[in-house]
């Protein structure tokens, strides 16, 4: 099928980019292998850890300045609050945030996106989020709960797909 898809199958747009079901992460809509902005996937290290890798370095091993953000008002203090609970810590933390409040943390990552532009930045963001549906790919489902209704959670990948292969 060529397409987008929603969870249910139902076509959103009539490309051929990606499709989301309920076994695919958002990384998977862009094939997972490696893509024109260079993102490769989880793969595992020499020393066996498992990490996002870009250009032969550790996308997720980098620091991410989110208080300057939030000091540009391109992230809340809310949203700040969200990626220092997130940020860096053990996935079986992560996991318990993520059904705690997954859809904040979904819209967090979809507005980082949206709004912020810088390279390392958005390919962290995209790491974090296949790192989450990888270890889940029922998570997919986070981007369509209802308190998202206001947010358009495709564009942000949209655009960067398009940005990178058109």
């Known amino acids: 099928m060529c397409g987008i898809y929603d969870l249910l199958g139902f076509e959103i747009f009539p490309w051929n980019l990606y499709r989301i079901e309920e076994e695919q992460s958002v990384f998977w809509l862009f ?72 859809p904040g943390y979904v819209r967090v990552f979809v507005t980082i996106l949206r709004d912020i532009f810088k ?22 489902r986070l981007f369509h709960d209802e308190s998202l209704a206001d947010e358009d959670t495709y564009e942000p990948f949209l655009r960067q797909y398009s940005s990178t292969h058109f």
């Open 31 to 102: 094939g997972k292998k490696k893509t024109n902005f260079g993102f490769e996937g989880h793969t595992h290290n020499d020393n066996g850890e498992r990490g996002a890798y870009y250009g032969g370095g550790n996308v997720l091993g980098r620091d991410i300045p989110w208080e300057t953000y939030m000091t540009t008002k391109l992230i809340t203090g809310t949203g700040l609050q969200l990626l220092r609970r997130y940020d860096k810590k053990a996935e079986s933390y992560k996991a318990q945030l993520l059904d705690d409040d997954g």
């Open 119 to 140: 390279e390392e930045t958005v390919e962290y963001v995209l790491a974090l989020i296949d790192e989450m549906l990888t270890a889940n790919p029922k998570r997919a």
